[in-house]
């Protein structure tokens, strides 16, 4: 899938969960953590693909997040490609594929995801400020990548960059320390996550039980049957899950938001 359908796919599954664990477990947010959940969910969608690198010179190729902040996120994405493809090329058996390219391997993978959701976590429950500033910045300018794409396109990385750091000195500002900070791990994790299912939705698939190998291959990419494979960038995935997930975001949030309107609009009465 591409970089918008992901983060789309990212806070719809944000919202939806949240909206359960309201009804459900009676676990309420506020507006502010439920926005703030729904774009670090998006923009954690969107990291899995870090592992496509472009042409760092002439800024080109590389998938939409490797565009966030300009040459350095496509220099990063080079990086993080090779790294991937040493990791595939440490752990595949004989029957694995030789690959020239890292992508949807280790990124595309449980471990990493999970790892990366705990990490956070942990880093912004130890360093508090210092963790939660970078996570909020770099999350927020991924999500307006994904979100946004034709604005973000058009405005350039520097206006992203601009308008990220000023969403996180706002939500920074309101944050709850207690529980909002552990949170973003939390969101990170899970759109990470909701990425690999995104993929398997393509017939490419992606390694989603690395490292349990299966018929003596580490890496199997495990995806749907290719007759209900959707093409990625093809129309089934522009136009029928990107209005699923919108449709599901919307639902989700007047479940969420519509009760507080109508209970402040009754006390007003
Ligand atoms: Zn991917």
Known sequence: MMGPSHALSGAAVWLAGSYGLAQIAHYHQTPLELAVGTAMCAGGALLPDLDLSGRVVTDQGGATVAH???????????????????????TRTRRDPHLHNGHRTFTHTLPFNIGVGIGVFELCLHFGKWAVLPVLFVTFAMALRGLFENWAKRAGWVIVTLTALAATAFAFARLDGGRGYPMLGVALGVGGIVHLFGDMLTSHGCPILWPIPTGRRMWRCIGVPDAIATKVGGRVEVFVWRTVFVLIALVAAVGLFAPQLLHRYALAW
């Open 68 to 90: 966030t902040f300009g040459v350095f996120s496509l220099f990063i994405a080079e990086v993080v490609e090779k790294a991937s493809l040493g990791i595939y090329d440490l």
